[in-house]
C-alpha cells in the first residue's frame, strides 16, 4: 500500500469535483475490492473519494416504463432481498447471493460490483508479469496455472476472466448502466460496459475515468415465470465461479419465445451469444435444443493446460440451467436444487 | 464416599469463556512499553542471490528505527547443530538473514523495525533489492528421477524408515489370485492455522528475554533462542498460553521467533513480529508426493503381498521425512512385503509435519487399494477389512496392546446402514444424483515420550499443577486438570493448571498424538507422589489415627484423608498444613514409558470411517452427506473435547480429499494461491451429517491412563472412504486429491 488521502463527499458533483478525471484518484464505496488492491499494491492511488454519503443513490425506484432502477450505493444484500427484485428479478435475487459472502454482500454495492477487478493469480503478485497490471510486461497466466482462466473472448495479451456472479444476471437481463461525469450523463446497454481484454487488457470497462456509475436500470421484463443461475465452483460458498449459468426464458405454449443465456468464469466479461439465443426463438423448450445452443456459445472456445474442461463442463451447465429455468420452483429458498 | 470420576465427563475446555470472549491472549497481542513492530521482507525469487539491498528510502521514513538485512544483521551462533530444534529433520537448519543466498520464493531477507506495524509494512516496499537468479527446479513430477534415499537422523526415533522387506513380494504378487495397483498423487498442502505465527518480545536486560511466542513448544523455542543468540536457558523465558490452531506448524521454531528476538537484542527494546497470511505460505508444508502400490490376495480375499513406495519433496537443506509407508502391513498380516521411501529435494522450504503427516498420505493410497480388491474379488469391502483382521502387527511382528478394530468396524457400519449398500457401482440413485457408500480404516501410532509435572498444595488445600506443555486448542488442559482431578480426589475448581511456560517442568513439543499420554501419566505421577507427602506430613502428626496406616489404606477425597476402614477418622488437608505451622506441600516427577517393556507391544489407536457421497455426474459435483467415524483410541478422557478432535480431522478429511491445494508456478517456482480466498478449505455449506462414536477400549500396557490420544486418528480413514465413495457412486477410481470437477468430468 501506498500513502493517500481520503475524503467524503455527499453529492455527486463533489464526488465528480473531486476525482477530477484523474486516475489516481479513487472511489470508494462498498470498499471489498480497492482494499484488497490496495493493500497488495496494485492500485496506487493518491486519494480516495468515499462516495457513501450520496444518499440519492442508496435505494431501488420504480420506472415509469415498468422496469426498475438499482442505485449504485444500495448494497447487494439489499438488493437481492428486495421484494420487488425477489418477485420480478429472481434470476439477479438468485445470481447475487451465489456470490461472495454474506458479509461481503452486506458490504459490497451494485455499482462496484461492476467495478471489481480480476482474481486472476498472477494480476494479484505484483512479482510476476501481467498485462492487465502492467501493460507489457506479459501475460503469466498463459503458461502458467490458468485453471480459473477464460475460454472464451481472451487474447494472447490476457485470458483473466470477470469475477461477478450479478453481473452474469444484469448482462442475461440488459440492464442499462447510467453514468454521471465532467461532461454529464449518459447511458451505456451493460453488454457495452465491460471490455474483451484485447491489446488494452488494462482497460476492464468503457467507463471514461473521472466518470461513476450512478445506478442501473432493469427492462421491464424479468423472466420471473422462467429462469435459473447455476454456479459451479471449488466449494459451496466464498468462491468465484469456474463457470456460471444465467437463464431466462420466455416460453408460450411449449415454445421458446425469447431466451437469454449468459455465462460467468469464463471470459474477461459475462458472455453472451446472441446467434444461440436466436437460435431457440421459436423452438420447442427440450434438452436437444438447449444442446445445440449450447454449442453455439462454446462456438470457438479455446483451453489451455489446466482450464479446458472448463468448455465441456459450461455447455453442460448451460443445458443443465435451461432445464432448471422450465422449473424455476427448485431454485426458491430452502428447496434443493434438481431436476 | 463415592465421587464420580472426572475422567470420562464431557468437561467444555476450561478456557472456552475467555476465548468466545476475546479475553484470551494470543502471542500477538501481548502489549508492552514502547513495543516496536517488525515487518519481514520476503525474496521475490526462487533461487540465486542478493547481489545489492538498498534501504536507504526505507530507512529514511518516518517512524523506521532500524533494517536488519544479511549485511548487518548481529551476529548469531555459528554451528549448523545450535539452530537445531526438536523437530528438525537431518541436514542444514534453515538460518534466517545468514547470507545473501537465496533458497526458496518467499525466504525472509530482512526486517524492518518501526514504530507501528503499518509504517514497518509500508517502509518494507520501499526497499529496493536486485537479485542475480539462478535456474531452480520447484517441479516434483518433472523432478521425480532424481528421487534418492533418505538421510537418517534423530527424527526417526518417532519416525522410523520402512520395515525391512518380508518374504518374497514379487513372486507372490504375481501368484496372486487378484491383484490391485495404483498411483496416487497430492500436491502441496499448508496449515493454515487462523492466527498468524507472531512473536512479542520482552527485553528485560542483559540477556534476558521474556517471549510470547506461537508455538506448540515452548521449551522448543526457548531452546533454540538460547542456542542461536547465545543466551542462557533460565535467562530465556518463553509463553505461549493460546494458540489459535498450529496442526503441525508451530513444531518448530518459526522464522517471525528469530527476527522478533534478534531485533530486540539488537535495540534493546520490546519488539513484536507477525507474519501476515501470504507469509504464512513461506515455512512448512505438507509435501507433495507420488505413491505406487500392488497389493496382491489370494481368492478367499487373504492379502498376501504388499507393495508400497513413496516418493516426497523436500528441501535442498533438509530430509524431511514421514512414516507413509509402513502402516499397511501394521493393518494387514501379509507375509511377502516390500515397502520403499524415497525423496526429491527441491528449491522449496523444507516440508513439516502437517495434521497426521505420512498417515494421512500413506493410508489413502493403502485403503483405496483395498477398496479396488474388494471390488476385483466381488467381496463387500468391510467384509474384505475382516478376512485380513490381526490382532498382530506384522511389520514388527508384535501383538497390539489393545486394539478394538472390529468393534469399530461393527458400530460404524450398524450407525451407518453399510447392509443397505448395493456392492454394483453405480446402482444407488437420489433423484438424478449417484450415490456412493465408501469406507476406509484409520490407524495412529500411539506414543507417548517423557515429560515431568510440578504438583504443589497449598494450605488453603487448593492444588496448582505446572507443566511447560502447550494447548494448541485440543482442550488439553482441561483433560490434565480431569486427571489431576481424579487422582488429587478434589473438584476441577480446586485444582488449577498452569502450562505453557517454558520455565515450568519439561514437557515435549505438542504433537503426533502422544501428548495427553504423555504429560497425563506426568500428571498422575505427580500427583500420586503429591497425595505421598500429604500423607507422609500427616501420619507425623501427635496422636494420628494415620500413625499405623499405610498409603494404601488411605482414600484421598475432596481435601480430606479419610481412612477406608473407616469413614469416620478423617482429616482435611487444611488441618495438617495448620498444625504443621506449613505453607506448601511440594514434588515435581518425571514418567516416562518403560523402556524395558514398553516396545515390547506393538500400540496404536483405529478408526472405521463410513462416508456417503452423493454426485452430480453431469456436472461433476460432489457432496459428502454424512459420514460416521468410530474410533478404538482407549480410555477417552473427555468425550467432547475428543468428540471436536475427531470432528475437525473428518471436515480436514473432506477439504483434504475434495477442497484443498497450493498451487504452484514452476515459472516463477512460487505459490500462487497463498491466501485464504484462493486456498479453499471447506465453507459450512460444505459439512453435512459427521457422527463420531468411541468404542471402549481397554489398555493396561501403553500406560497407566490407558490412554492412546485422539488428534490424528480423525483425518486418516477420511480421504480414502470418500474416494471408495465416489467409485462406488460413479465407477470412476480417482487416486489423485483434491478430487475436483475435471476428474470426474
Redesign the interface.
Known amino acids: 500500500m501506498n500513502n493517500f488521502s481520503y475524503t467524503k463527499v455527499s453529492t455527486l458533483a463533489d464526488a465528480i469535483h473531486e476525482i477530477d478525471g484523474d486516475i489516481r484518484n479513487k472511489i470508494v464505496a462498498g470498499g471489498t475490492n480497492i482494499n484488497d488492491l490496495l493493500r497488495y499494491f496494485i492500485t496506487k492511488a493518491d486519494k480516495l473519494v468515499d462516495i457513501n454519503p450520496v444518499s440519492e443513490y442508496n435505494s431501488i425506484v420504480r420506472l415509469e416504463n415498468g422496469g426498475i432502477r438499482l442505485g449504485a450505493l444500495h448494497t447487494n444484500a439489499d438488493t437481492a432481498y428486495d421484494p420487488i427484485v425477489e418477485e420480478r428479478y429472481p434470476l439477479l435475487s438468485k445470481a447475487i447471493l451465489a456470490g461472495a459472502s454474506a458479509q461481503i454482500r452486506n458490504m459490497a454495492t451494485n455499482g462496484g460490483n461492476l467495478m471489481q477487478r480480476t482474481r486472476c493469480y498472477y494480476f494479484y503478485d505484483i512479482h510476476t508479469p501481467c498485462n492487465k497490471r502492467d501493460l507489457g510486461s506479459g501475460c503469466s497466466a498463459i503458461n502458467g496455472y490458468n485453471r480459473i482462466h477464460a475460454v472464451v473472448g481472451q487474447s494472447e495479451n490476457c485470458i483473466a476472466v470477470f469475477p461477478s456472479d450479478m453481473c452474469v444476471a444484469l448482462a442475461a437481463l440488459q440492464a442499462t448502466v447510467n453514468i454521471s461525469g465532467p461532461n454529464g450523463e449518459r447511458t451505456l446497454p451493460f453488454a457495452d460496459f465491460h471490455r474483451l481484454p484485447g491489446d488494452t487488457p488494462n482497460i476492464d470497462n468503457n467507463l471514461i475515468h473521472g466518470e461513476i456509475i450512478t445506478s442501473i436500470d432493469l427492462p421491464e421484463k424479468g423472466f420471473e415465470k422462467n429462469y435459473s443461475y447455476l454456479k459451479l465452483r471449488d466449494r459451496s460458498s466464498y468462491a468465484f465461479a469456474l463457470v456460471s449459468v444465467a437463464t431466462g426464458l420466455d416460453i408460450q405454449n411449449n415454445v421458446v419465445k425469447e431466451a437469454r443465456i449468459a455465462l460467468g468464469g469464463v471470459a474477461h466479461k459475462p458472455w453472451r451469444v446472441l446467434e444461440a439465443e436466436d437460435f431457440l426463438i421459436g423452438k420447442e423448450p427440450v434438452r436437444e435444443n438447449f444442446a445445440k445452443a449450447a454449442d453455439l456459445i462454446l462456438k470457438g472456445a479455446q483451453g489451455y493446460e489446466h482450464n479446458s474442461f472448463k468448455i465441456e463442463l459450461a455447455k453442460r451447465a448451460v443445458i443443465r440451467n435451461c432445464m432448471m429455468a422450465l422449473n424455476p420452483e427448485v431454485q426458491r429458498p430452502g428447496a434443493k436444487p434438481s431436476v | 464416599m463415592t465421587r464420580k470420576p472426572m475422567i470420562g465427563q464431557s468437561i467444555s475446555r476450561l478456557e472456552g469463556p475467555l476465548k468466545v470472549t476475546g479475553e484470551a491472549k494470543y502471542a500477538g497481542e501481548y502489549n508492552a512499553e514502547n513495543l516496536v513492530y517488525g515487518y519481514v521482507v520476503n525474496s521475490?525469487i526462487t533461487k540465486g542471490s542478493i547481489s545489492a539491498i538498498d534501504t536507504d528510502d526505507a530507512k529514511k521514513m518516518n517512524g523506521v528505527i532500524e533494517i536488519f538485512t544479511h549485511e548487518n544483521r548481529p551476529p548469531t551462533a555459528w554451528f549448523d547443530i545450535q539452530y537445531a530444534d526438536m523437530d528438525a529433520p537431518p541436514g542444514t537448519v534453515f538460518k534466517p538473514l545468514k547470507d545473501n543466498i537465496i533458497k526458496y520464493n518467499g525466504q525472509p531477507i530482512a526486517l524492518v523495525v518501526a514504530e507501528t506495524f503499518e509504517m514497518a509494512?509500508?517502509a518494507a516496499?520501499k526497499i529496493k533489492v536486485a537479485y542475480i537468479d539462478e535456474e531452480f527446479e520447484t517441479d516434483f513430477k518433472a523432478k521425480l528421477h532424481n528421487e534418492r534415499n533418505p538421510k537418517k537422523g534423530l527424527a526417526s526415533m518417532l519416525k522410523p524408515p520402512p520395515p525391512k522387506p518380508k518374504g518374497d513380494f514379487e513372486e507372490a504378487y504375481r501368484n496372486s489370485y487378484v491383484q490391485s495397483s495404483g498411483t496416487f498423487k497430492h500436491g502441496t498442502e499448508h496449515h493454515n492455522p487462523m492466527e498468524m505465527f507472531a512473536s512479542t518480545v520482552i527485553y528485560q536486560g542483559k540477556g534476558k528475554l521474556k517471549i510470547y511466542d506461537k508455538t506448540q513448544g515452548t521449551i522448543n523455542s526457548q531452546l533454540y533462542v538460547a542456542n542461536v543468540f547465545g543466551l542462557k536457558m533460565k535467562n530465556v523465558q518463553v509463553i505461549s498460553p493460546f494458540v489459535g490452531g498450529a496442526f503441525g506448524s508451530g513444531l518448530r521454531p518459526q522464522y517471525q521467533l528469530f527476527m522478533a528476538v534478534m531485533a530486540s537484542l539488537a535495540l534493546k527494546r520490546n519488539v513484536r513480529v507477525t507474519l501476515d497470511r501470504t507469509q504464512m505460505f513461506t515455512f512448512g508444508h505438507r509435501p507433495p508426493t507420488i505413491q505406487y502400490t500392488r497389493f496382491g490376495a489370494d481368492q478367499n480375499g487373504k492379502v498376501n503381498a504388499l507393495y508400497h513406495k513413496a516418493s516426497a519433496e523436500t528441501s535442498q537443506f533438509e530430509d524431511y521425512v514421514e512414516m507413509v509407508v509402513n502402516w499397511s502391513n501394521m493393518l494387514y498380516p501379509a507375509e511377502n512385503t516390500l515397502m520403499e521411501s524415497k525423496l526429491v529435494p527441491l528449491d522449496v522450504y523444507s516440508p513439516l509435519d502437517m495434521r497426521a503427516p505420512g498417515g494421512s498420505t500413506g493410508i489413502h493410497a493403502i485403503e483405496i487399494t483395498m477398496d479396488e480388491l474388494a471390488f476385483k474379488l466381488n467381496i463387500d469391502p468391510l467384509e474384505l477389512r475382516l478376512i485380513n483382521y490381526s490382532n498382530v502387527d506384522k511389520s514388527s511382528d508384535k501383538e497390539y496392546s489393545s486394539k478394538e478394530l472390529r468393534e469399530c468396524y461393527l458400530q460404524g457400519a450398524e450407525k451407518f446402514g453399510w447392509s443397505k449398500r448395493n456392492p454394483k457401482p453405480r446402482s444407488m440413485k437420489r433423484?438424478?444424483?449417484l450415490i456412493g457408500y465408501g469406507m476406509a480404516t484409520g490407524i495412529w501410532d500411539a506414543n507417548r515420550l517423557l515429560a515431568r509435572v510440578e504438583a504443589r498444595m497449598t494450605s488453603d488445600g487448593k492444588v496448582e499443577l505446572k507443566s511447560a506443555v502447550t494447548d494448541i486448542g485440543t482442550g488439553t488442559f482441561t483433560v490434565l486438570s480431569q486427571i489431576a482431578s481424579d487422582e488429587l480426589g478434589m473438584n476441577l475448581e480446586n485444582v488449577t493448571f498452569s502450562y505453557a511456560d517454558s520455565s515450568m517442568p519439561f514437557a515435549p513439543i505438542q504433537g503426533g498424538s502422544f501428548t495427553t499420554a504423555t504429560v497425563g501419566a506426568a500428571v498422575k505421577t505427580a500427583c500420586q507422589a503429591l497425595n505421598k507427602k500429604i500423607f507422609k506430613k500427616a501420619a507425623s502428626l501427635k496422636e494420628s489415627f494415620l500413625s499405623f496406616a499405610q498409603f494404601e489404606d488411605i482414600i484421598f477425597r475432596n481435601g480430606f484423608l479419610i481412612l477406608k476402614s473407616d469413614p469416620e477418622s478423617r482429616i482435611s488437608v487444611v488441618d495438617i498444613f495448620k498444625q504443621l505451622s506449613i505453607k506448601e506441600i511440594k514434588t515435581t516427577n518425571t514418567a516416562m514409558p518403560n523402556p524395558l517393556t514398553s516396545g515390547k507391544k506393538a500400540k496404536a489407536a483405529h478408526s472405521a470411517v463410513f462416508v456417503e457421497v452423493e454426485v452430480d455426474e453431469?456436472?461433476?459435483?460432489i457432496e459428502v452427506t454424512r459420514a460416521v467415524t468410530s474410533v478404538a483410541a482407549g480410555k477417552i478422557i473427555n468425550p467432547k473435547t475428543a468428540e471436536s478432535q475427531i470432528l475437525g480431522g473428518m471436515v480436514w478429511g473432506i477439504s483434504k480429499a475434495l477442497?484443498e491445494e497450493t498451487?504452484?508456478?514452476h515459472?516463477?517456482g512460487?505459490y500462487?494461491?497463498p491466501n485464504l480466498?484462493?486456498y479453499?478449505?471447506?465453507?459450512?455449506?460444505?459439512i453435512h451429517d459427521l457422527s463420531v462414536i468411541f468404542v471402549e477400549e481397554q489398555d493396561q500396557f501403553v500406560n497407566d491412563l490407558g490412554i492412546k490420544g485422539v488428534g490424528e486418528i480423525g483425518i486418516v480413514g477420511m480421504p480414502p472412504a470418500i474416494a471408495n465413495a465416489v467409485f462406488h457412486a460413479t465407477g470412476k477410481r480417482i487416486n489423485d486429491l483434491p478430487i475436483?470437477?475435471?476428474r470426474l468430468?
Not at chain 2, 453431469?618 to 459435483?621: I, M, P, Q, R, T
Open positions: 521475490s509494512r509500508y516496499m433423484g438424478n444424483k453431469e456436472l461433476g459435483v477442497h498451487i504452484t508456478d515459472q516463477f512460487k500462487m494461491n480466498a484462493e479453499h478449505i471447506p465453507v459450512h455449506a460444505d475436483h470437477f475435471e468430468l
